[in-house]
Structures are given as structure tokens and as C-alpha cells.
């Protein structure tokens, strides 16, 4: 079946930086993306989903960019702080009839102080 | 709100023994999940639900089985348990229009 990968399993960025979080999708009927963190000990947390027909989509100090055109996602966090040390992923559906969630493997984020 | 809750937090089983985990949501979200979570691998669908009275096989359905009988309330039950199940089981419940999913803290299943 379809799957969601991640080009990196660990990043690490100095604290006030920007961190950029990739994602390879591989399903190209998939019309829907979203990302979740998960901080150690806990269930992942939704952050922000952009649907097909848009290429960003932004939130509070999160940015997400969606290039179908080779199909990859992107989650961008401006200035990093140390509570953002967590794993992320990202997750893709297709709404054909209401298919679950497919998550990829993950990245972990590491922010150094 | 508690949002999700799941029981217990920690178990400990032998191979051979049953059990059953129980997920709790009190946001009457329609749609429920069963999510099993091992190093490397990421989440993992086992099961689901999209109402009360339904349940539907996920990505790795061998070897457990649910029961939702009540809207609040995912059951996840394991008959003859395998060292293969020691894993960390997330729940999460979402409404039906949403793909937006509320996860609970987690239960830790360790089976020797």
C-alpha cells in the first residue's frame, strides 16, 4: 500500500533558529496532510493540516508547504524554542469515503540551547 | 473536559494471557481509533470505529479485537497475547467530518 516517509529521522537546530521538517508522500490521490507533534511520554498533539488544493498554510510560529508537484510536505517553526523538542509527523488521507489517517515514521527534533 | 483517556497507563503479561484496554472520550466525537506505536515504525492503525455499534479493521488488525457499545467508549482486547504485542497503544477519537484526532497519553504493554 501507499506510504508516508521522511527524508530525515533527526534534526537538531540552535534555539531561535528556524526548523524546516520534511515529508515524502507517495500517494498521489491523497488530498489531505497533517502534522502532529509528540512530546516524549505523550500522545501526539495535532498542529496544523493543509488540504490538496493549497500550497501553504499558516499558523502560530508554523508553516506548512505542500509541493504535489513532487509530492512533499513541509512543516516550518520559526524562531525554535526548547519546548519544541519533540517527534513530529506527518499523516495523509485520501476522502474517499472517509479513509483513516496514514502516519509516517517520524523526525525527531532536538533544539539546542 | 478529559478528553481521552485510556486504562491502564502500564501492564505487564505473559505470553498466553488476555486483556483489555479501555479508551474513554467525553467530546462525543462519532469516530474512535485503536493506534499501536513501536520504536521507528510510527503509528500504526489496529482498529476503528465511525460509530457506536461499528468497528472496522485498520493496518495491523491480527490478534486484537474491539467493541464499541457505548459512543464514549473503544474497548481493545487482546486474547492470547505475544511477545509481537509489546508495544505502546494510543486511542484517539475525532468528530465524523474531521481528520483532526485527539489522542489519549497512552497505555505501555509489555508481554514477556
Known amino acids: 500500500g501507499e506510504s508516508v516517509g521522511l527524508h530525515l529521522p533527526t534534526l537538531s537546530v540552535q534555539e531561535g533558529d528556524n526548523s524546516i521538517i520534511n515529508c515524502a508522500y507517495s500517494?498521489?490521490?491523497?488530498?489531505?496532510f497533517i502534522w502532529y507533534k509528540q512530546e516524549s511520554g505523550k500522545g501526539p498533539q495535532f498542529i496544523i493540516d493543509i488540504r490538496s488544493n493549497m500550497d501553504k498554510r499558516q499558523g502560530q510560529r508554523v508553516t506548512v508547504l505542500l509541493n504535489k508537484t513532487v509530492k512533499h510536505l513541509s512543516l516550518q517553526i520559526a524562531a525554535t524554542q526548547p519546548g519544541d523538542s519533540a517527534v513530529y509527523f506527518c499523516a495523509e488521507a485520501w476522502n474517499s469515503g472517509n479513509t483513516p489517517l496514514v502516519f509516517g515514521k517520524g523526525t525527531r527534533l532536538s533544539v539546542i540551547a | 473536559n478529559a478528553g481521552v483517556t485510556q486504562t491502564p497507563k502500564f501492564r505487564v503479561l505473559k505470553t498466553g494471557q488476555s486483556m483489555t484496554l479501555l479508551c474513554a472520550q467525553d467530546?462525543?466525537?462519532?469516530?474512535m481509533y485503536w493506534y499501536r506505536q513501536d520504536p521507528g515504525m510510527g503509528l500504526r492503525l489496529i482498529h476503528y470505529s465511525v460509530g457506536e455499534g461499528t468497528t472496522a479493521k485498520g493496518e495491523v488488525p491480527d490478534g486484537y479485537n474491539v467493541s464499541r457499545l457505548k459512543k464514549q467508549n473503544f474497548l481493545l482486547g487482546l486474547e492470547s497475547a505475544a511477545p509481537s504485542q509489546t508495544s505502546v497503544y494510543f486511542c484517539?477519537?475525532?468528530?465524523?467530518?474531521?481528520?483532526?484526532?485527539?489522542f489519549g497519553p497512552g497505555t505501555r504493554l509489555t508481554v514477556t
Open positions: 484517539a477519537s475525532s468528530y465524523f467530518d474531521s481528520y483532526e484526532q485527539y
Open positions: 467530546m462525543n466525537h462519532e469516530y
Open positions: 500517494n498521489s490521490a491523497s488530498d489531505y
